[in-house]
Protein backbone atom coordinates (compact mmCIF):
# COMPACT_ATOMS: atom_id res chain seq x y z
CA UNK A 1 0.00 0.00 0.00
CA UNK A 2 0.90 3.66 -0.35
CA UNK A 3 2.93 4.79 2.74
CA UNK A 4 1.00 7.83 2.40
CA UNK A 5 -2.38 6.77 2.19
CA UNK A 6 -3.26 6.43 5.73
CA UNK A 7 -2.32 10.23 6.25
CA UNK A 8 -4.12 11.64 3.33
CA UNK A 9 -7.12 9.33 4.75
CA UNK A 10 -6.38 11.30 7.84
CA UNK A 11 -6.48 14.61 5.99
CA UNK A 12 -9.75 13.65 4.04
CA UNK A 13 -11.56 12.69 7.26
CA UNK A 14 -10.34 15.95 8.94
CA UNK A 15 -11.63 17.86 6.06
CA UNK A 16 -15.06 16.51 6.18
CA UNK A 17 -15.55 16.96 10.40
CA UNK A 18 -14.11 20.36 9.91
CA UNK A 19 -17.27 20.72 6.88
CA UNK A 20 -19.66 19.38 9.62
CA UNK A 21 -18.83 21.88 11.79
CA UNK A 22 -15.31 19.92 13.38
CA UNK A 23 -14.37 17.72 16.05
CA UNK A 24 -17.16 14.73 15.24
CA UNK A 25 -16.33 11.99 14.09
CA UNK A 26 -20.40 11.65 13.76
CA UNK A 27 -21.35 14.74 12.21
CA UNK A 28 -18.35 13.84 9.30
CA UNK A 29 -19.71 10.39 8.51
CA UNK A 30 -22.98 12.64 7.96
CA UNK A 31 -21.59 14.32 5.59
CA UNK A 32 -19.64 11.72 3.89
CA UNK A 33 -23.06 10.48 3.62
CA UNK A 34 -24.90 13.12 1.89
CA UNK A 35 -22.49 14.19 -0.23
CA UNK A 36 -22.19 10.67 -1.45
CA UNK A 37 -25.79 10.33 -2.05
CA UNK A 38 -25.78 13.72 -4.25
CA UNK A 39 -22.58 12.36 -6.02
CA UNK A 40 -22.79 12.14 -9.92
CA UNK A 41 -19.94 9.34 -9.51
CA UNK A 42 -20.15 7.43 -6.14
CA UNK A 43 -17.60 5.00 -6.70
CA UNK A 44 -15.16 8.08 -7.50
CA UNK A 45 -16.26 10.08 -4.54
CA UNK A 46 -15.48 7.42 -2.87
CA UNK A 47 -12.10 6.50 -4.26
CA UNK A 48 -11.27 10.03 -3.94
CA UNK A 49 -11.80 10.36 -0.02
CA UNK A 50 -10.66 6.92 0.66
CA UNK A 51 -14.53 5.51 1.58
CA UNK A 52 -15.74 2.10 1.24
CA UNK A 53 -19.08 2.56 -1.30
CA UNK A 54 -20.41 -0.91 -0.29
CA UNK A 55 -20.76 0.46 3.17
CA UNK A 56 -22.37 3.58 2.47
CA UNK A 57 -24.90 1.49 0.10
CA UNK A 58 -25.20 -0.47 3.76
CA UNK A 59 -26.21 2.81 5.78
CA UNK A 60 -28.52 4.26 2.84
CA UNK A 61 -30.61 0.84 3.13
CA UNK A 62 -29.87 0.83 6.74
CA UNK A 63 -31.68 4.24 7.02
CA UNK A 64 -34.28 3.75 4.49
CA UNK A 65 -35.64 0.49 6.47
CA UNK A 66 -35.22 2.56 9.79
CA UNK A 67 -37.48 5.41 7.93
CA UNK A 68 -40.27 2.59 7.34
CA UNK A 69 -39.88 1.26 10.52
CA UNK A 70 -40.20 4.82 11.98
CA UNK A 71 -43.13 5.69 9.53
CA UNK A 72 -45.23 2.31 9.89
CA UNK A 73 -45.39 3.14 13.89
CA UNK A 74 -47.12 6.60 13.35
CA UNK A 75 -43.72 8.64 14.39
CA UNK A 76 -43.87 10.67 10.79
CA UNK A 77 -46.89 12.07 9.75
CA UNK A 78 -48.29 10.62 6.55
CA UNK A 79 -44.67 8.87 5.44
CA UNK A 80 -43.39 12.56 5.39
CA UNK A 81 -39.46 12.87 5.93
CA UNK A 82 -39.29 16.37 5.55
CA UNK A 83 -40.97 17.55 8.46
CA UNK A 84 -38.75 15.08 10.05
CA UNK A 85 -35.59 16.35 8.97
CA UNK A 86 -36.53 20.45 9.03
CA UNK A 87 -33.78 20.28 11.95
CA UNK A 88 -31.20 18.61 10.00
CA UNK A 89 -29.20 21.94 9.34
CA UNK A 90 -28.93 22.82 12.59
CA UNK A 91 -25.72 21.55 13.62
CA UNK A 92 -25.58 23.10 17.58
CA UNK A 93 -28.80 21.03 17.65
CA UNK A 94 -27.41 17.96 16.11
CA UNK A 95 -24.48 18.20 18.10
CA UNK A 96 -26.33 18.52 21.11
CA UNK A 97 -28.64 15.86 20.19
CA UNK A 98 -25.76 13.36 19.43
CA UNK A 99 -23.92 14.51 22.84
CA UNK A 100 -27.37 13.50 24.76
CA UNK A 101 -27.35 10.27 22.86
CA UNK A 102 -23.76 9.06 24.03
CA UNK A 103 -24.84 10.57 28.03
CA UNK A 104 -23.77 9.27 30.57
CA UNK A 105 -20.35 8.66 29.14
CA UNK A 106 -18.93 12.08 28.78
CA UNK A 107 -15.27 12.78 29.47
CA UNK A 108 -12.75 15.91 30.21
CA UNK A 109 -10.35 16.52 28.26
CA UNK A 110 -6.48 15.49 30.25
CA UNK A 111 -4.60 19.15 29.33
CA UNK A 112 -1.68 18.19 26.30
CA UNK A 113 1.13 19.10 28.75
CA UNK A 114 0.28 15.58 30.79
CA UNK A 115 0.24 13.42 27.81
CA UNK A 116 3.60 12.48 25.61
CA UNK A 117 4.05 14.60 22.79
CA UNK A 118 2.71 12.03 20.23
CA UNK A 119 0.06 10.68 22.21
CA UNK A 120 -3.40 10.27 21.65
CA UNK A 121 -5.85 12.29 23.48
CA UNK A 122 -6.79 11.09 27.05
CA UNK A 123 -9.98 11.27 28.70
CA UNK A 124 -11.25 11.58 31.96
CA UNK A 125 -14.26 9.82 32.71
CA UNK A 126 -16.93 10.84 35.80
CA UNK A 127 -15.72 8.05 37.78
CA UNK A 128 -11.46 9.50 37.30
CA UNK A 129 -11.18 6.58 34.61
CA UNK A 130 -8.59 7.55 31.72
CA UNK A 131 -9.83 6.85 28.63
CA UNK A 132 -8.43 7.49 25.22
CA UNK A 133 -9.87 8.34 22.49
CA UNK A 134 -9.65 5.66 19.19
CA UNK A 135 -6.26 6.24 16.99
CA UNK A 136 -8.93 6.85 14.00
CA UNK A 137 -10.58 9.45 15.57
CA UNK A 138 -10.33 12.96 14.44
CA UNK A 139 -10.37 14.15 17.98
CA UNK A 140 -7.41 11.65 18.92
CA UNK A 141 -4.69 14.30 18.26
CA UNK A 142 -6.09 17.43 17.81
CA UNK A 143 -8.51 17.09 20.64
CA UNK A 144 -5.94 18.09 23.29
CA UNK A 145 -4.01 20.57 22.01
CA UNK A 146 -6.71 22.55 20.12
CA UNK A 147 -9.29 22.38 22.49
CA UNK A 148 -13.06 21.05 21.99
CA UNK A 149 -15.41 23.92 21.34
Known sequence: TDPGARERADQVKAALA???????????I???FDEWRKSQNQNRYCSERFLAN????SIASMRDQLLEDISARGFLE???TNAANRNSANRPLVRA??????????GRALPACDL?????????SARGEKV?????SVNS?????????
Open 18 to 28: LQAGGHSDALA
Open 30 to 32: VTA
Open 54 to 57: GVLM
Open 78 to 80: GGN
Open 97 to 106: VLAMGMYPKF
Open 116 to 124: PPNASATLI
Open 132 to 136: RLHQA
Open 141 to 149: RAYPREGLN
